[in-house]
């Protein structure tokens, strides 16, 4: 099971009723938080899942109010006890932005470790059970979107590893991937697993136009939470200036990703009232919701 935070709204700046955007997920109590504007501890404060598990951040860009909250949380982590290191993931620029930001939080009772990922072609990361793909996007700063996925190991058949006579304190051995020698012969995972198994996947993009690379990019994605910058159709003159997104244009990615859930977010402070605009979006792909602050939902496996 996945858990899925989206922590905040908000574009541009923080308002009284609505945060700035950012994502927090957790899965086997790791944690991974996308984008960390300005005020972000606190309503992962509300939250409450906690702090001393959140292992890797990852940062789209460095407009202040997708990185302005940073500060704030490298020192929380530390008061709250955590000594390990800490992954940081971003664009080119990475450690220059962060080390910038440490100015103020010059002391940290733990390391970081910078992975500067590319802004021309996309680049996958392993770490632990999650795996964080990046695609390059079009805003007016380099900026790269997310998909994170936890993937699944075929079953274990005990019924093919009894006719290999594979002794039992083996077994957890292939159930991990690993090959093992028995009876003179390499016994590969594939001899005693099923056939695969559908995984969890979410993609998060925010700050760009649409382009064609997204709609591979978010492809069956479980879910899909994506910027609405505007939701009125006549400010399709300003996405386009500004290099963000109408409602309608995120929609129409998520329809040709055959994504299952589009979330909407990042929303412009101008936009009092989204609720209003909703329609543009349910015309191209109906499954579609609005963000609000601390929305959660839980991805089961099939």
Known sequence: MLDVCLVGTGGMMP???????AL???????????????????????LGWGFKSLDIICLTHYHGDHVAGLPGILLTLGNAGRREPLTIIGPPGL???????????????????????????????????????????????????????IHRRPKFQPHKAEAYQIPKPLWKVLQQGESIQWNGQEI????????????????????????????EFIKNADLFICEGMYGDEDKRQK???????????AAQLAKEGQVQELWLTHYSPSLTEPQQYLGNAQTYFPNVRLGNDLMTTSLLFE
């Open 24 to 46: 927090l997920l957790r899965y086997n109590g790791k944690m991974i938080l996308v984008d960390c504007g300005e005020g972000t501890q606190i309503p992962l404060k509300m």
């Open 239 to 249: 996405a386009i200036e500004y290099k963000h997104m109408l409602f309608s244009e």
């Open 15 to 21: 308002l009284p009723e609505r945060w700035l955007t």
């Open 95 to 149: 450690r220059r932005v962060v080390q910038g930001l440490r100015v103020i939080a010059p002391e940290l009772p733990y390391e970081i470790h910078y992975i500067e990922s590319s802004d021309q072609q996309p680049e996958t990361f392993q770490m632990g059970d999650f795996h964080i793909s990046t695609l390059p996007l079009e805003h007016t700063m380099p900026c790269v979107g997310y998909t994170i996925e």
């Open 188 to 215: 590969a995972p594939s001899f005693v697993l099923g056939p695969p198994r559908k995984g969890l996947k979410i993609s998060y993009c925010t700050d760009t136009r649409p382009i064609p690379s997204l709609i």
